[in-house]
């Protein structure tokens, strides 16, 4: 199974998520400690890598066909009986 590359779009807005949820994170809970950053850092980690994975992916591009209005075809299709005397 073939993984698709992210796009810019993934990448930019997991990358901000990691950063501002990092510091939102460290900034509330005022920790110090090297367990509590780690731990802060990781979830940070895992929180970007959601929201770049839930960023929707561009579609391949649809064929469209073209219909034509329902008079047009049946006027080709209706012609008139030719009557032989």
């Known amino acids: ?3 698709p590359r992210p796009t810019a779009a993934q990448l930019a ?5 990691v950063i501002f ?3 939102a994170m460290l900034l509330l809970s ?3 400690s090297g367990v509590g950053i ?3 850092a990781v979830s ?3 929180l970007g890598l959601l929201v770049a994975m839930t960023v929707p992916m561009p579609k391949k591009p649809r064929v469209v066909a073209v219909r034509k209005p329902a008079g047009v075809e ?3 299709t209706e012609e008139p009986a030719l009557t032989q005397s």
């Open 1 to 3: 199974m073939i993984m």
């Open 13 to 17: 807005y997991g990358s901000c998520t």
């Open 21 to 23: 949820s990092t510091l």
């Open 30 to 32: 005022q920790t110090s």
């Open 38 to 40: 780690a731990v802060i």
């Open 44 to 46: 940070a980690l895992l």
């Open 74 to 76: 049946r006027q080709k």
